[in-house]
């Protein structure tokens, strides 16, 4: 960012005069420049919205393409969300996880500056209202997940729990590369050889792990969990939840369990990808799902298995290309 931008060494101090350090590596970036690269925030540019605010496209003075998370007053998330999300995305770096470009805490703004990724979010391609959007291949999907699971993998190793993974926070560049993004809510645990610790629900209802919503006993499984309703959304191409349908069908998790232990989880596969799915890849692929979205902690696999698992899904999928080519 050159320059004009420099490394923040002080404190930030919100109206009750509480205190935190911001590590050396992120930016605070003036509140101007960030008026000016948004036009003063034009609706026009507004690109998203969520719990901590609206999310708009910009570009910098120096042409760095960026987007910018603004909190809203109104919201119930705030300093304490701006400095977790700060601390993670200063010391945890991976081609899976959003970059942070910098922030601004002037004017009692909380502004966060993000790397902008051209393709949005994977919900958006998967049941989004833009019909403009092309369907992704089972292929793509495959490579978003495993992606995804790489990213979510390389923070539980470096003892980081998301909290709100879901497919709204999955992030897509202009190689439909996933990185994930929003770590307002997630937690560090506090000791390596601890397994869960004691905390406040909170989450996004659909993709809740139903032991950590009833025990309120946060562990990376319930990470998995979450990650688990991600793989059925991207399967089926539909949301978490749909209180629309019929009640057997309104949550997505529970839904996608049934059908897999009836043998119909071909009979959920979204339209788009039907008879494009090589049947053993599908086979693996709603396995590791529903392994995921098991009821006991205990029961899921570790991210770095679903990862194992993810890849082998899509080598049993290329399978099928390479027989087509030999064919030929």
């Known amino acids: 960012m050159g320059s004009k931008y420099s490394k923040a060494t002080t404190f930030i101090n919100d109206a009750s005069n509480l205190s935190?350090?911001?590590?050396?590596?992120?930016?605070?970036?003036?509140?101007?420049?960030?008026?000016?690269?948004?036009?003063?925030?034009d609706d026009k540019l507004l690109i998203g919205s969520g719990g901590f605010g609206k999310v708009y496209k910009g570009v910098l003075c120096n042409g760095t393409k960026v987007s910018l998370k603004r909190r809203k007053p109104e919201s119930t998330q705030g300093i304490e969300e701006f400095q977790t999300e700060?601390?993670?995305?200063?010391?945890?770096?991976?081609?899976?996880l959003v970059s942070l470009i910098g922030y601004c805490d002037e004017r009692n703004e909380m502004i966060l500056?993000?790397?902008?990724?051209?393709?949005?979010?994977?919900?958006?391609?998967l049941y989004g209202s833009d019909l403009r959007l092309p369907t992704i291949s089972w292929e793509q999907r495959l490579e978003i997940c495993i992606g995804a699971a790489r990213g979510l993998h390389y923070l539980h190793t470096n003892?980081?729990?998301?909290?709100?993974?879901?497919?709204?926070?999955?992030?897509?560049?202009?190689?439909?590369?996933?990185?994930?993004?929003?770590?307002?809510?997630?937690?560090?645990?506090?000791?390596?050889?601890?397994?869960?610790?004691?905390?406040?629900?909170?989450?996004?209802?659909?993709?809740l792990d139903p032991e950590y919503f009833r025990r309120q006993q946060l562990t990376e499984k319930s990470d998995v969990y979450s990650f688990g309703v991600v793989l059925c959304e991207v399967l089926c191409a539909r949301p978490a939840l749909s209180p629309s349908l019929p009640r057997e069908e309104v949550s997505l998790a529970e839904w996608a369990v049934e059908s897999h232990s009836q043998g119909?989880?071909?009979?959920?596969?979204?339209?788009?990808?039907?008879?494009?799915?090589?049947?053993?890849?599908?086979?693996?692929?709603?396995?590791?799902?529903?392994?995921?979205l098991a009821l006991s902690s205990?029961?899921?696999?570790?991210?770095?298995?679903?990862?194992?698992?993810?890849?082998?899904?899509?080598?049993?999928?290329?399978?099928?290309?390479?027989?087509?080519?030999?064919?030929?």
């Open 159 to 207: 003892a980081v729990m998301h909290r709100d993974f879901k497919s709204a926070n999955i992030l897509l560049d202009e190689n439909f590369v996933p990185k994930i993004t929003d770590f307002g809510l997630s937690k560090e645990r506090p000791q390596l050889d601890q397994t869960h610790f004691s905390t406040v629900v909170k989450g996004t209802f659909g993709y």
């Open 264 to 292: 119909q989880l071909e009979q959920i596969v979204d339209p788009n990808l039907a008879a494009k799915i090589r049947p053993e890849s599908l086979r693996k692929f709603g396995e590791t799902a529903v392994k995921c």
């Open 86 to 96: 700060i601390e993670i995305l200063s010391f945890c770096s991976h081609p899976h």
């Open 113 to 125: 500056v993000y790397e902008y990724m051209e393709n949005g979010t994977l919900s958006s391609h």
């Open 20 to 41: 935190y350090r911001i590590p050396f590596e992120s930016f605070r970036v003036p509140f101007v420049d960030l008026q000016e690269a948004t036009n003063n925030f």
């Open 298 to 328: 205990e029961d899921r696999p570790s991210m770095g298995d679903v990862l194992w698992k993810l890849e082998y899904a899509l080598r049993l999928q290329e399978a099928v290309i390479l027989d087509d080519l030999y064919c030929k």
